[in-house]
């Protein structure tokens, strides 16, 4: 069984930066690894998403060109590294084993970011 431990998040204000961090332990993993976000009273959102050959990268339209996402392979980790935030992307972010899959793989436990302006 694969178990995801979610790091990084914090609060921030708009304009700043937050780095999370998200390392995969277990069995081999699905073809991309990425991460959703889920607003207060909202559903929860695709946010990036990246190959473990890291080759592909695929991000949700609100977050293209301010975000990017990142593979350590070695390290069965994922990094989504956040520019210029908004509040808008305050949520709490959950880490994902199949992020690419309907429905997605394994979650995990979430990670609050908070960006005030």
């Known amino acids: 069984q694969v178990q995801l431990v979610e790091s990084g998040g914090g609060l921030v204000q708009a304009g700043g930066s937050l780095r999370l961090s998200c390392q995969a332990v277990g069995r081999p993993l699905r073809y991309a690894m990425g991460w959703f976000r889920q607003a207060p009273g909202k559903e929860r959102e695709f946010v990036a998403a990246?190959?473990?050959?890291?080759?592909?990268?695929f991000y949700g339209d609100s977050v293209k060109g301010r975000f990017t996402i990142s593979v350590d392979n070695a390290n069965h980790t994922v990094f989504l590294q956040m520019n210029s935030l908004k509040p808008e992307d305050t949520g709490v972010y959950y880490c994902?084993?199949?992020?690419?899959?309907?429905?997605?793989?394994?979650w995990g436990q979430g990670t609050q970011v908070t960006v005030v302006s």
């Open positions: 990246g190959t473990w050959t890291g080759h592909s990268t």
């Open positions: 994902n084993s199949d992020a690419l899959s309907t429905p997605p793989g394994l």
